[in-house]
């Protein structure tokens, strides 16, 4: 029997990237995954996706994050069978622009101020009190390395990444009476749409990674699944991965 048959996982930001990478692996392991983003579309194909490869359900949740009353609603009203959560994988996060603060649109503050840190906790307090009632669940945040460092040009998309970083230490104190386990995994360089997203430019997002290897999301997906795969006992806090060839946040190495 697969490791993690007919656990339900919740994934937000499951549309793409590490997202989606992660709700293929798990389901791949035997979770059933619920599937939360704003691009229907896309979700709906994954869900086939899951289906066809894994012979495993799936559920669309349209759900924008940042809206606090959809958030506790729609989670509310999942039908019966979705309801019992065993894993909340807090994934959904961008950053928006690298200009100095001073110089930078406020509104991308915002998007990801809202995004990052408030969606993540609207979506955690809907899950988390099911959890500690049914006595189990793991959540797992997608951190960043920039949650470790600041970095030129990262003010406060790396500021909403120590933020997820004071929410997921705070969390594992609140439920440490609990069986729950609260974990954070931090990417340096993954090539998903995060760049071209950040930089509003497909070329110059291409350029970021240029001549050297990064991590793909499901390079990072398997480290969810040996995460929420440890015994019961062991409980992942923050797990830092960077591709072989990036140091830290400013050190990379590149071949021409
Ligand atoms: C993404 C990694 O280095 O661009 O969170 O901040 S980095």
């Not at 059933?32 to 066809?52: A, F, Q």
């Not at 994988?89 to 001073?102: D, F, P, R, V």
Request: aromatic share 4%.
């Amino acid at each position: 029997m697969r490791q993690l048959t007919n656990k339900i996982a919740l994934i937000t930001g499951a549309s793409a990237g590490i997202g989606r990478a992660t709700a293929l692996a798990l389901a791949r392991e035997g979770c059933r995954t619920i599937l939360v983003g704003r691009r229907v579309d896309r979700l709906e194909k994954l869900k086939k996706e899951i289906e066809n490869s894994y012979q495993q359900e799936a559920y669309v949740l349209e759900l924008d994050i940042r809206k606090k009353e959809d958030v506790l609603s729609k989670i509310k009203k999942l039908p019966a069978n979705w309801q019992a959560v065993d894993i909340l994988i807090n994934n959904a996060g961008m950053a928006k622009g690298i200009s100095k603060m001073q110089d930078s649109n406020v509104d991308d503050w915002d998007t990801m101020i809202d995004t990052n840190v408030k969606g993540l906790l609207y979506v955690t307090y809907a899950i988390v009190p099911g959890m500690i009632e049914r006595g189990r669940g793991d959540i797992v945040h997608l951190g960043s390395i920039a949650g470790h460092e600041v970095y030129p040009g990262g003010n406060i998309y790396c500021a909403t990444k120590h933020a997820v970083h004071a929410i997921e230490k705070a969390l594992r104190i609140d439920v440490v009476d609990t069986p729950l386990r609260v974990s954070s995994i931090d990417p340096g360089m993954v090539e998903t749409e995060f760049s071209e997203v950040r930089l509003g430019d497909k070329e110059k997002a291409k350029a970021v990674y240029q001549g050297l290897k990064p991590l793909t999301g499901a390079d990072i997906a398997e480290l969810i699944v040996f995460v929420v795969t440890r015994p019961a006992h062991v409980q992942i806090g923050e797990m830092t991965v960077f591709p072989t060839a990036q140091a830290s946040a400013m050190v990379a190495h590149r071949t021409k």
